[in-house]
Antibody
Framework: QVQLVQAGAEFKKPGASVKVSCKASGYAFNVYYIHWVRQAPGQGLEWMGWISPDSGGANYAQRFQGRVTMTRDTSISTVYMEVSSLKSDDTAVYYC????????????WGQGTLVTVSS | QSALTQPASVSGSPGQSITISCTGTSSDVGTSNLVSWYQQHPDKAPKIIVF???KRPSGVTNRFSGSKSGNTASLTISGLQPEDEADYFC??????????FGGGTKVTVL
């Protein structure tokens, strides 16, 4: 069965970087785009960007450009998202989500990774 | 880009129907039928309930239905059930390879 499994919670100080992982299984990794979405405590969902696991090409939401980098390792079917220069308002649950082939919706989600930024 | 506009909360009694709106612009919601809707229960990942404006994935109850008029997409929940109490988010392709979400609507079953 399709699964996206994310790493455990992270605690970081302001100014640091965090790299969140998302390991895919149960399907052809290279075929499906992966997006990253975050949710601050008690807030809504915020789209961050996507990566093509096949080419490694990525596209980021304007507000994260220059601060977010998405990469992948095809040998272990894992995508990563790194956020640099962390601020307290980056505290959120970060989700990876798979885009359904040929459409524009997320059919599978990771369980989320809580990133807490605090001094 | 600003988030799509949703009402903060909607409530209804069991068995009633409620509708959640999602208003965007001619550059996103209005330009195509690529709006999806997600249900999120507390401390859970979102779950797809409607895609491409009006379609339901297999296994999703037909009590959920989607529609669109102009720059506004809507999600209707018919025959409201206690388990429908959750947060609901719309999402749209926004052009230029970007996507965007609505601010979310909390549905309360009275």
């Amino acid at each position: 069965q399709v699964q996206l499994v994310q790493a455990g919670a992270e605690f970081k100080k302001p100014g640091a970087s965090v790299k969140v992982s998302c390991k895919a299984s149960g399907y052809a990794f290279n075929v499906y785009y992966i997006h990253w979405v975050r949710q601050a405590p008690g807030q809504g969902l915020e789209w961050m960007g996507w990566i093509s696991p096949d080419s490694g090409g990525a596209n980021y939401a304007q507000r994260f450009q220059g601060r977010v980098t998405m990469t992948r390792d095809t040998s272990i079917s894992t995508v990563y998202m790194e956020v640099s220069s962390l601020k307290s308002d980056d505290t959120a649950v970060y989700y990876c989500a798979r885009v359904h082939l040929g459409s524009y919706y997320y059919d599978y989600w990771g369980q989320g990774t809580l990133v807490t930024v605090s001094s | 880009q600003s988030a799509l506009t949703q009402p903060a909360s909607v409530s209804g009694s069991p068995g009633q129907s409620i509708t959640i709106s999602c208003t965007g612009t001619s550059s996103d919601v209005g330009t195509s039928n690529l709006v999806s809707w997600y249900q999120q229960h507390p401390d859970k990942a979102p779950k797809i309930i409607v895609f491409e404006g009006t379609k339901r994935p297999s296994g999703v109850t037909n009590r959920f239905s989607g529609s669109k008029s102009g720059n506004t997409a809507s999600l209707t929940i018919s025959g409201l059930q206690p388990e429908d109490e959750a947060d609901y988010f719309c999402c749209s392709y926004a052009g230029g390879s970007a996507w965007m979400f609505g601010g979310g609507t909390k549905v309360t079953v009275l």
